[in-house]
Every structure is written in C-alpha cells, then in structure tokens.
C-alpha cells in the first residue's frame, strides 16, 4: 500500500461501498457478481491490480459528486457503479498486461535470436571477455571505469587540462529544435515544449564557449516570428556572454563564443508544438547547412588560414534534432553526438500500460512512431550517445533495435582486441551528468544559536521573507528540518515521506519536516491528481497529530529555493528526494552545493549522484521504515552529518559545468575526425578563382580515373547489365575504363600546354566542371518507374516544357534514380538522348554519383570517388552483405512441401555501396521497417529502400539517399538547393518523403505513379502524412493532363520562369 500513497480518496470511497452492507445485498440483480466472488475485497482488488497503471482523474471525480449526494440509496447506487468501473478497468488492465507481455516476449526473441547470428558471424576469433551473455556487467555502455565519473583532486588538474588546450580552435554546432529558447529571462514552464532542456542547451552552450580550446560554438534552434510569442524569439542572432567572464577563456576572435542561430522553417507566424515540426525538418537542415558552410568559411578566414573550418562535432538534442543533426552529420560528413533528454518507447510503454489511448490514438496524438524511427536513427548515426544516468542506458536505451548491451559489449571486447566486427558497429554511451553553476554559492557555515562566521560585505543582511514563512509553522524552528522540494504527484512519493516521519516518534523529536511542493492558491483549481496528493498530506498531517512539525507553504518564488537550502542546512538539517524512480535528481546536487546531506531513491540517477559525491544515504523508495531510519541516523548522528556535508561540497565540482564540459571535450577528442574529403577554393564568384579553373577539378577527375575500376568491378556486370542489356557489358566496361583514362590524360596533357582561355565554351568544354556549377536553375529528375523505359515520355515532356532554357544552358538537369547507370545508359541510348543532356546522374537510390564528360567523343560518365568517401560512414561492407543474403534467404513462399524463394541476391547489378536484390513476390515481402529492424538488431547499419514499385530492394550506406546526394552536390559544388526543382510522381520509393521536403521546390506530376503499390507505404512505421508538408508554398502538383503546358504552369507559379 505504500506506492499507492497520495490516493487515500480511493480508499475512502470502496470503504463507504463495504460500508453499505445490506443496502447493496438487496439488489440481486445489480449485486450478483459482488456476491458471488465472496470475499472480494474490492479496495485490495482495487489497488493492486488498477491504480498501478491507471491515471484515476475521472474516477475521483465521479467519487466526488458521488459522495456529495445527499440521498443515501442514490449515493449508494452511485458508489456500486463505480466498484463496477473499477472491476472493468482492472480487466482492461490485465488485458494490457497481456499484450505487454507479448510485446517484450517478441522482443527478447527477436533480440537473442540477432545476437546469435551476429555472434556466429564473429565465432572463429572470441575471447573469453566476449561469451558472456549476462548483463550484469554494463561497464561497455560507457567509461571503462564502470560509469564513476572520474574524479580530479583540486582546481590544479582542471588547469593542467586547460593548459593541454591551449592552441585548439574548436567550432562546435548544438541543435534543439523545440521550445522558445533565448538567452536570458527563459519563460521555463511557459508550455510542455519550453522546459527543462532548454535551460540545459543554453547554459551548455555558454559554459563550452568559455572552455579553452573552443572558439566558437553555435545553438541552432527555431526561428519564431510570430504575435504569440516575444520578438526576440525572432532574431537571428544572439550572443551568449559568459556567466563567469574570469573563466577559461581562449583569446578573443571577431567570431568566438556561443551564439544562438534561429534557423527559419515552417510556418513562419506560427509558433507550433514539437509533435507538428515532422514536416519541417528537412527545411531546417537545408537551412543550417547553408549557415554551416558559410560560417566555416567565415572560420577559415579567422583561424583557418584560407581553408575551411569545419564543426568538431555536430549535437542533437532529443528526437527532432536528432534527426536533423543525423542529416546534418551525413551531410557535411562530421561526427554526431546524440541526447534523447527523454525517449519515444519508455513514453509509448507507459502510455501503453496506462490504457487510457490506443497505439493509434498515441501515434496520432504524439507522432510517436516517427520520433522513434528519428532516436533510431540517431543511434545509426552517433559516434557517442550521452545520457546523465547509467538508468537510462539500461532501462530506457536498451527497448530499440539500435542498441543491444550484451553485443556491445562483444564488439567493444573486438575493438580493443583490434579484431574485426564484420561491419557491426554500436554508438558508445557516456554518462555525463548535467553541470551547474556553483561559483555563486556560499554554504551556510552558521547555525540556528550562532550567526554564520564574518561576512565583511554583509555583516548583520536580514533573514530572507521565505525563512519567516517556513518558521511559522514550526512550534521549535531550531530542530534540524528535513527537506522536500518535489510537486505534489504521486510519483514523488510524498505520502510516505509524511507517513514515516508520523510513526517515527524518535524522528519527529529531533526534526522538523518541510514540504515545498510547487505553488498554489486554492487546492479546488489544482488539478485532481495533484490535489488528492496534497489533501492526503493534510490528512496525515492531522492524523499523525504533525501541527507544529510540518510546513507546507503555499507559495515560493524560484529565486528563493537557494535561501530554503540554506535554512536546512543551518538547521543542521537533511535533504530527501524519496521519488519511486527519479530519472536525474538535480535537486540533490542543488542541495549538496549547499552543504545539505541526502537521503535517496535507490532508483535511477541518485545513485551515480551518490557514487560521486558519498554524502548520504539510500533508501528504498516503497519502505517506510528505511526512510525513517535513514532520516534518523542522519540527523541523530552529528558526526555523520558533519561527514557527507564535506564529502558533498569537496566533490560537487564534479557536477560543475567546467568538468562537465571537460569530460564533454575529452569524448569529442576521442571521436575519429572527420570532414569533407576535398580542398575548396575561397572565391569562387571570380571568373578565374581556382575553383573555376579546371585544375582542381581535373585533379578530381585524374584521382577519379584511377579509381574508375575500382568503381566499374563495383557493379559487377559479368554476363548483363540489366535484363535490357544483351552480350556487350564486358566490351562497354573496357570502353568506359579506357575513355575516361584517355579522356582525363588528353584534357590534362592540353591545360598544361594552353592553360586556362577566356575563349572557352562555357556551355560544352571543360572551363568549369561539371556543368551544374554554372546553372542558374536546376531540375531534378527524381520519378520512380517501375522500368527504365518508362522514364523516356516524362523525361521528355519536361525538356519540352523548358525547351528555350534548357538549350540557352541557364537550365541544367539531374536524374535522381534507383536504376544502375548501366540502365540509365539504355535509358539514354533508347531514348535518342546524349548524357550530356544531363549535368548528373544520382544512382542506386543515392549510393553513386555521376557526372556527364564535356568531351561527348569520350566516356560520357565521370565518377565522383569523393562522394564515395563522403557517404561510407559505418558502412557494414562484405558483412553487412552476408546478413542480407542469410536474410534474403529465409524469406521463402510454401506451397506444399516446395518452398519458392522471394527475395534473391541481384549481384549482377549490385555495387560496392549498393546491395540489390529481386522482389518475386511484393505481397510476401516483409515492410522495410522488418528489414531495417532485423540489420539494427545485430548492429548494421544502412539504408533500406522498396524502389522501382516494390519489384527491387536497394541497401546502401546509412546516411546516404537522393536527397543527401542534393546536399552534397551544394556542399561541394555551391549548387544552391533552393534553385532546386525536383519533379517527382503522386508516390514512389520509400525514399519518397526525403525528396518532398527542404527549401528547394517540388512538383508533383499529377497522374504519374499513381499505380505504385500502395503497399510501399502502407507499411511504413508512421504514416507518410505525418512527414509531408502538406501546405509548403514550395510543393505545388500540376494539372491533370500533365502536359508540358502544365509543367512550364508549375514552374512558374513557383517563379522558376516567368510567365509570359
């Protein structure tokens, strides 16, 4: 019964029905089932199998009009009707439990079973650190060191790191999407979205622009221009000055320190809940791509000496930003750190469990399914993960696919033994609780019958207004108080707080208990949960007979908290957090800064909390006698008091926000680097800058021929390229290879001899490659055919459309596809069409990337190797390949004792990056979300895409897709995504809602690919409406015909062209 502390309302209501005897005994009828279950006890029944998992609001409110009633049979018939609900919800209840059951059984099935392939793959080179399967020891979830957070005996050690720094210019990019953030006077509280983790971002934000070492470091958020909220949510910039300017600070640059960057997406008047930002973030990542490339030019100048600087290290906040710093990462190609703050299953678990709504009804309500797919994709994407507890890790991160702590820790087991993991790969988790700044604090070292010791500034300051307030309700205000900051819910467990300070008479002699449980005016406008919490304090209070022993004011001001610390510790006094699972604990720190003793939780955060400091004790949250006894040492023994007073104040730097961002920079520093692969030149507006010239590109190009083979052997065309092709691959490969040698050698032979001529033809010749860099507009060609052959009319009806600009050159295109260039090959060839119609050609659903030759007699493709570097990020290579032909093969077709396989190897037309294989069957294939789950389950990492109508699967690298390719031709070639248009059909391949989004525009061909298998998306995780913004003035869909009339209508109501 102690849990259920806080609902004595519950109890007292299934009394009055026991109450009732006879009255309820003499319906038959609506008492029958009563009596049957003879010793039912419908408040045991009650409590232990509803309330648990129930939000019991609308009970309690029905109990209280009930018992308001004046007619005793109308109250009494009132009353049955509730025990009626009661045994209903607790079936409903068990029910639940059931499907929870199942789901968690599945889980542990799907789980071993990855582990089991994984580790047979691994089987020949274990080690004895890597058979064991418990979970007992989760050392490899964080520090090496078993998650103790390392500690440092004096500020000397602080500077001799600082000192290690010196000469490091850092730029650092910190993404949090949600929420009103600003510098100074947050509105914390103000909605669900502006909380806690706002204030986090920020106060990290500043604390890492003052670290040596650190030049620069930027918090991307939303830019709000909107009559809602305060104009200053809608600056573009702000600085963020350094709390304390006599900290670590490196010299001072023209761009240094933290700054706020608003990044306008979405609606630009609205300000909108976090659940409705889905559509809009591929929006944002254009948007803060672009500002990352200009500020890393602006670095370059600064620090860089002319060369770009890139961010060390790029940090998603929670599931939006996750996703966004997933894109960002993969786009510039930079390591990605991750914190969820809170996660999408530990939510979608317990609103489960709780009943109230149904998995659609949560879905639509919170788009829990897409913030779980972008967590999953933040675990694919993020070198570490950074959690403030070990609970998380092991309660919270380990419910997803991407994150298994027993194949961890074999893979770490593999790494430090340097034996290969066959492409498996696991984020590292790092425990780095939350800073705080103490450099303001000043424990208390007074006490009740003396002052504290001189303060010269201060000598005879008044006692602050909320000491007096506490005081009055004292009958000795001298005793030692014991504190609890917490808000009147359930999950606070302050009841038994109250109760085991009522039945320890030995306690209540020696202190006095303190409840500061939020602000209020009138307990009738709280609401019903915190309100039934709070009258059963009273109660208690009333009960225990506690007058003259407990305080619970009624209101406080956050600014008085630290004064509220002081007085219990100058009372000599205990701070209690006795919450059932306290995820962090940040008050215990705010009170141990104080030189406050804790008693605890058990659960969750408070015991790394405690492992650090070493100033308390803890307890189990559901024994009442264990809170009392605790309480009572602590407070009895005055040498133990005196005793975790110092421990707490010698260690709590370590909760300080300069070892928080140490330890912050020393995971950085332990990340692989990585940038672009490619040297840029600085101005590329001038007419012969080096970036114009064609040195630099043909050097890419020479690199790119010497690779070329490397990339032909890639799609392994031995017999045909595509079921189009007939006998000659062999013959074109060796063409293509000897082409693009001679091709290369011959351009670079005449740049030596003529070097660079105003005169060239800037249309056709080689004076800037590739073409697409000089384009004032560009198409993207991104229609998902079942076959090549299918492309050719659509194809032509938007080169009809465009006719006048695409002849005059001012517009370029590029055909974005799943088919392999051998295809696109025949799809030119049949076509009548020359590949330099085309500026680029993005294959293999975005896993390669071609350019057009500007020597038409030569190869007609050129290679971009770089784009290869870029996107081979925790590529799983020869084992990933292993697994999806084990797994290919275990989807088969019975059919009486035969049995037909439905997804095979397409080695012919698979590439280094590309892994393809045939669909023989679409309606026995399983969803993709199936295969991505099944790949993290056993640590691989890709990208897995239903293209060409569900008749083909593609696997390629993870953080590689069509729409990235986009980013990557502006990253490298400043082709600007928002003169982008991308033409795409009414759906396609699974990849279909990266290509909707962004700043550049999309037209959708009305007609076109309206037959694609709905399947597809059916399928899917979270529905596709939850992703595509429905309203951007950026998506427009032509007429019905589609012609090329309504194709040049389209691209002028986007104002691509002008109209006539």
């Known amino acids: 019964m102690t849990n259920m502390a806080g609902n004595d309302w519950i109890n007292s209501y299934l009394e009055a029905i026991l109450d009732v005897g ?16 003879g010793r039912f006890s419908p408040t045991r029944y009650f409590v232990e199998q509803v309330i648990t998992g129930f939000d019991e609001t609308d009970l309690h409110r029905t109990w209280v009009r009930a018992s308001a009633t004046r007619s005793p049979q109308e109250r009494n018939t009132r009353l049955e009707n509730m025990c009626w609900r009661i045994w209903n919800l607790a079936r409903q209840k068990k029910q639940l439990e059931g499907e929870e059951a199942q789901r968690m059984a599945k889980r542990r099935l799907e789980r071993e079973r990855g582990r089991r392939e994984a580790t047979a793959d691994m089987s020949e080179d274990l080690s004895e650190g890597e058979k064991g399967d418990t979970v007992s020891d989760l050392s490899a979830h964080g520090d090496s ?32 999407l949600h929420g009103l953030i600003r510098g100074e006077n947050m509105e914390l509280g103000r909605d669900s979205d502006t909380g806690g983790q706002v204030k986090y971002v920020v ?64 609606p630009r008047d609205k300000y ?24 890393s030019k602006v670095l370059g100048e600064q620090i860089g000496g002319g060369h770009p600087v890139w961010p060390v290290a790029i940090h998603g906040h929670y599931a939006d930003a996750g996703d966004a710093a997933a894109l960002l990462s993969g786009s510039l190609n930079v390591p990605m750190l991750f914190t969820g703050h809170s996660l999408g299953r530990d939510k979608l678990e317990q609103l489960l469990r709780q009943g109230r709504l149904s998995r659609d009804e949560i879905n639509s309500t919170y788009k829990i399914m897409r ?31 991407g994150f298994d702590p027993v194949l961890e820790r074999k893979l770490r087991a593999r790494i430090r033994r340097n034996v290969s993991c066959y492409g498996r790969i696991m984020p590292r988790m790092a425990v780095i609780p939350p800073g705080m700044e103490f450099h303001h604090i000043v424990p208390h070292e007074g006490d009740m019958d003396g002052e504290a010791e001189g303060n010269e500034d201060q000598p005879t300051s008044p006692d602050p207004l909320i000491w007096s307030e506490i005081m009055r309700y004292f009958t000795n205000p001298r005793k030692p108080m014991i504190l609890a900051l917490a808000r009147p819910d359930p999950k606070k467990n302050l009841t038994t707080l109250v109760k085991a300070f009522g039945e320890c008479r030995p306690l209540r002699e020696l202190a006095n208990l303190t409840l500061i449980m939020g602000n209020r005016d009138d307990i009738d406008e709280m609401s019903s949960t915190n309100a039934s919490v709070l009258l059963s304090i009273i109660k208690l209070i009333d009960k225990y007979d506690l007058y003259g022993q407990v305080a619970y004011p009624k209101h406080h001001k956050q600014c008085e908290v630290p004064d509220i610390y002081r007085l219990a510790a100058k009372t000599k006094g205990v701070f209690i957090n006795p919450a059932f699972i306290e995820p962090f604990g940040l008050t215990l720190i705010e009170a141990a800064a104080y030189g406050l003793p804790i008693v605890a939780t058990k659960n969750g955060g408070p015991v790394d909390i405690h492992r650090v400091l070493d100033n308390g004790l803890l307890v189990d949250p559901h024994d009442q006698q264990s809170i009392a006894d605790a309480l009572l040492k602590l407070v009895a023994d005055k040498q133990l008091w005196a005793k975790c007073r110092q421990n707490g104040l010698k260690n709590i730097h370590l909760f300080s926000w300069p070892e928080h961002c140490r330890n912050y920079l020393s995971r950085i520093a332990s990340c692989k680097p990585r940038q672009p692969g490619w040297q840029r030149g600085d101005n590329e507006n001038e007419e012969n800058s080096e970036s114009d010239s064609p040195s630099d590109s043909l050097r890419d190009i020479q690199d790119i021929s010497l690779n070329l083979k490397f990339s032909l052997d890639g799609e392994n065309n031995e017999g045909n390229g595509s079921t189009d092709y007939s006998g000659e691959s062999g013959d074109r490969k060796t063409k293509l290879e000897n082409a693009v040698l001679a091709w290369s050698k011959g351009v670079l032979k005449g740049t030596q001899k003529t070097g660079l001529t105003d005169k060239a033809d800037q249309n056709s010749g080689p004076g800037k490659f590739p073409a697409v860099r000089r384009r004032k507009h560009i198409i993207v060609i991104a229609v998902d055919f079942d076959a090549v052959s299918d492309l050719f009319e659509t194809t032509r009806k938007i080169f009809d459309a465009v006719e006048k600009e695409r002849l005059e050159g001012s517009i370029g295109f590029i055909l974005a596809t799943s088919f392999t260039l051998s295809e696109i090959h025949y799809f030119l060839v049949s076509g009548g069409l020359s590949p330099t119609e085309f500026d680029a050609f993005i294959c293999n659903s975005g896993s390669d990337l071609y ?19 870029h996107i081979e990020y925790r590529w799983g290579g020869e084992g990933l390949r292993k697994t999806l032909v084990r797994w290919a093969g275990s989807i088969t077709d019975k059919k009486g004792e035969s049995e037909e396989q439905i997804v095979t190897d397409d080695e012919k037309i698979s590439t280094n990056y590309c892994y393809a294989f045939k669909v023989r069957k679409q309606g026995k294939v399983p969803p993709v979300r199936e295969i991505r789950k099944v790949m993290r389950i056993q640590a691989l990492r890709c990208h897995v895409i239903y293209c060409q109508n569900g008749n083909k699967i593609n696997v390629i690298p993870v953080l590689a897709s069509r729409s990235q390719a986009l980013r990557y031709l ?24 990266g290509l909707l989004g962004g700043i550049h525009k999309s037209i959708i061909l009305k007609g076109v690919c309206s037959s694609v298998n ?14 595509l913004p429905v309203n951007s003035p950026n998506i427009v869909q032509t007429g019905e015909e589609c012609s090329p009339a309504d194709v040049r209508t389209s691209l002028e109501n986007l104002g691509v062209l002008k109209a006539p």
């Open 22 to 37: 006879p009255g309820l005994q003499d319906d038959a009828k609506s008492s029958l089932l009563l009596r049957e279950r």
């Open 145 to 176: 060191n078993r998650g103790r957070l390392p500690r440092i005996s004096s500020a000397e050690t602080m500077e001799a790191w600082a000192s290690q720094q010196k000469g490091k210019k850092l730029y650092i990019v910190l993404i949090s």
């Open 203 to 266: 106060e990290l934000a500043r604390a890492l622009g003052s670290m040596p070492g650190v030049y620069r470091v930027d918090l991307l958020t939303r830019q709000v221009s909107s009559s809602e909220v305060d104009w200053s949510y809608g600056e573009p910039t702000e600085m963020l000055p350094p709390r304390n300017s006599d900290g670590l600070t490196d010299e001072i640059g023209e761009s240094s320190g933290a700054y706020i960057i608003r990044i306008p997406f979405g």
């Open 272 to 295: 909108i809940p976090k659940e409705l930002l889905w559509p809009y973030i591929p929006e944002f990542v254009d948007g803060a791509l672009n500002h990352i490339i200009q500020m």
């Open 371 to 401: 913030r779980i797919e972008a967590e999953e994709l933040a675990l694919d994407a993020s070198e570490i993960v950074i959690t403030s507890t070990r609970q998380e890790i092991e309660q919270q991160w380990r419910l997803y696919d």
């Open 851 to 869: 350019y057009s030759s500007p020597n038409a007699e030569g190869n007609p493709f050129v290679i971009d190797l770089y784009y290869h570097s």
């Open 970 to 993: 502006y990253l490298r070639w400043g082709v600007d995504l928002s003169k982008m248009v991308v033409f795409v059909g009414e759906s396609g391949d699974t990849d279909y809602e």
């Open 1014 to 1027: 709905n399947q597809l998306h059916a399928n899917r995780s979270y529905p596709l409406s939850d992703v």
